[in-house]
């Protein structure tokens, strides 16, 4: 009997301000909507998504930290924890995550840790979502080790679509030193304004791209307020106001991953 194993899903893109956490928050919400049980792992020290989610990092709490540091002997169990709803849970992060990049470089299987730290809760999970921090490093390199997909947010801005290539060029190393199984699963459009001529122009090269246009989901994230309303508040979009363009979005991006086969 083949035993039930969690898609692990990377959030990433190597530029800041793409919508990358708030994908993560929003995302994870939808699926647990839709009834699928999701861990949100959250690997950027500066902690947006576990407070997206509702939680305060604590300083005696455990965090991811500790798992990547095998501190205190903590099982990745004992790290988890449960968010105000149903089905989504969260092992969240902490400042001291910051410090890990120099703590773990002369560390014996670096960039294994969270894999391995990981492994038991993967029957646990229909999804676990990863979010990444805006840069590459050695948390990133461990975020790429334990997943199997990527998908990949890009702000309708040429900046955005120009770091593309140095990103995908990152998970290509990635697949072919570390873990061969990882594949792109998608780009999402996100921060969308198409009454503006540069979200207009971006579409249109992810549209046309030869490096990307498969790649493109079809759900696009509209720019919104209610989604920034709803992270000042810890609570998921799509449990602020379903009404909302962003609710909207990302529960069409939910069930679209759904239907994508992973065979």
Not at 75 to 100: C, Y
Not at 108 to 126: F, I, T, V, W
Not at 154 to 161: D, E, K, N, S, V
Request: aromatic share 6%; proline share 5%; net charge negative.
């Amino acid at each position: 009997m083949v035993q039930h194993k969690a898609r692990a899903i990377a959030v990433a893109n190597e530029k800041g301000g793409v919508g990358k956490t708030v994908t993560v928050i929003n995302l994870a919400a939808a699926l647990s909507l839709a009834n699928q049980s999701v861990l949100v792992v959250d690997m950027d020290p500066q902690a947006n998504a576990t407070k997206g989610l509702g939680i305060t990092p604590g300083d005696d709490a455990p965090s991811v930290y500790d798992l990547l540091m095998n501190n205190n002997g903590r099982s990745a169990a004992e790290t988890v924890v449960r968010t105000a709803w149903d089905g989504l849970h969260l092992i969240p992060s902490h400042v001291d995550l910051s410090g890990a990049e120099v703590e773990l470089v002369d560390a014996e299987g670096r960039e294994n840790r969270l894999k391995e730290a990981l492994a038991p809760l993967q029957s646990g999970y229909d999804f676990i979502l990863l979010d990444t921090p805006p840069s590459l490093s050695l948390l990133t390199v461990n975020v790429f080790t334990c997943a199997s997909e990527v998908l990949v947010p890009c702000q309708t801005h040429p900046y955005a679509f120009g770091a593309l290539a140095e990103l995908f060029d990152t998970i290509d190393a990635v697949r072919e030193e570390i873990n061969p199984d990882l594949t792109i699963c998608g780009i999402v459009p996100t921060l969308v304004d198409l009454r503006t001529r540069v979200a207009k122009t971006v579409m249109e090269q992810l549209s046309t791209d030869d490096r990307y246009c498969d790649l493109v989901f079809k759900t696009a994230i509209r720019s919104n307020a209610t989604i920034a309303e709803s992270a000042d508040v810890g609570r998921p979009v799509v449990f602020y106001r379903r009404s909302s363009y962003g609710a909207k979005d990302y529960t069409a991006l939910a069930e679209e991953i759904m239907s994508m086969s992973t065979v």
